[in-house]
């Protein structure tokens, strides 16, 4: 069945990194876009970074711009997300999506996995 597993959250420091990786199993990997979102409490679930299907094309959002790289690993069925100089505002879930945009081609969440930036 589909799996996406994400994994590397934790507790850092303000001005530290961190990088979470996203296993995917179960559909074809490398024809899908692939995204991070993340979920802070009582706010609405936002788009981080996303990447084409051969990792040729990236966007992110402007709070993370330039602070946060996301990559791809079509051999080993895993995106990336390398956070850099993380800030407290950056603390929540974060989830990974494989980004299918049709009814023949449906999305897919992972479960999520919390980042908390404090001191």
């Known amino acids: 069945q589909v799996q996406l597993v994400e994994s590397g959250g934790g507790l850092v420091q303000p001005g530290g990194s961190l990088r979470l990786s996203c296993a995917a199993s179960g559909f074809t990997f490398s024809i899908y876009r692939m995204s991070w979102y993340r979920q802070a409490p009582g706010k609405e679930r936002d788009m981080v970074a996303s990447i084409t299907s051969a990792g040729g094309i990236t966007r992110y959002a402007a709070s993370v711009k330039g602070r946060f790289t996301i990559s791809r690993d079509n051999a080993k069925n895993t995106v990336y997300l390398q956070m850099n100089s993380l800030k407290p505002e950056d603390t929540a879930v974060y989830y990974c999506?494989?980004?299918?945009?049709?009814?023949?081609?449906?999305?897919?969440w992972g479960q999520g996995t919390q980042v908390t930036v404090s001191s």
């Open positions: 999506k494989a980004v299918g945009g049709s009814p023949y081609r449906p999305d897919y």
